[in-house]
C-alpha cells in the first residue's frame, strides 16, 4: 500500500520535490491507540495543530482531557511529518525559515 507521501508525489511532482519546512506548531498526545489521518509517521495518539503550542494545549483541554499517557511538542511539515522542536530547528534553519540556527525551534522564530 502507498502511503500519502508517496501519493502525494506521483500526483503532485513538483510540490513532492520541494525541500520540507516547518507548516505549524503542533503537540503529539500519545493515549496508544490508532487513529485515522495523523500524519504520516504518527503510529499512534493524535496531533493537534496551531499557530503556537500553548493554542494546541487549549484546544486539547477544551475537548479532551485525560487521554494520553505523554505528550511531545512539536511542528508539522509541508511533507505531512510529526517533528520534535530539535528535528524541526534544522528543517526550519535548512528551508530558510528562521533568522539565526537553534538547538530547539520555537513558533515565535517562524511567524
Not at 43 to 68: E, M, P, W
Not at 87 to 106: N, R, Y
Request: overall charge negative.
Amino acid at each position: 500500500m502507498e502511503t500519502s507521501n508517496e501519493l502525494h508525489a506521483k500526483l503532485y511532482p513538483y510540490a513532492a520535490s520541494k525541500k520540507e519546512y516547518i507548516l505549524c506548531a503542533a503537540m503529539h498526545y500519545d493515549d496508544g491507540r490508532k487513529h485515522e489521518h495523523q500524519p504520516e509517521n504518527i503510529v499512534t495518539g493524535f496531533v493537534v495543530c496551531a499557530r503556537r503550542h500553548h493554542n494546541a494545549i487549549i484546544i486539547k483541554q477544551s475537548l479532551i482531557d485525560n487521554v494520553a499517557k505523554k505528550s511531545e511538542e512539536g511542528f508539522i511539515t509541508s511533507k505531512d511529518r510529526f517533528v520534535n522542536r530539535f528535528d524541526a530547528a534544522e528543517i526550519a534553519w535548512d528551508a530558510g525559515q528562521t533568522p539565526f540556527k537553534s538547538d530547539c525551534l520555537v513558533s515565535e522564530e517562524l511567524y
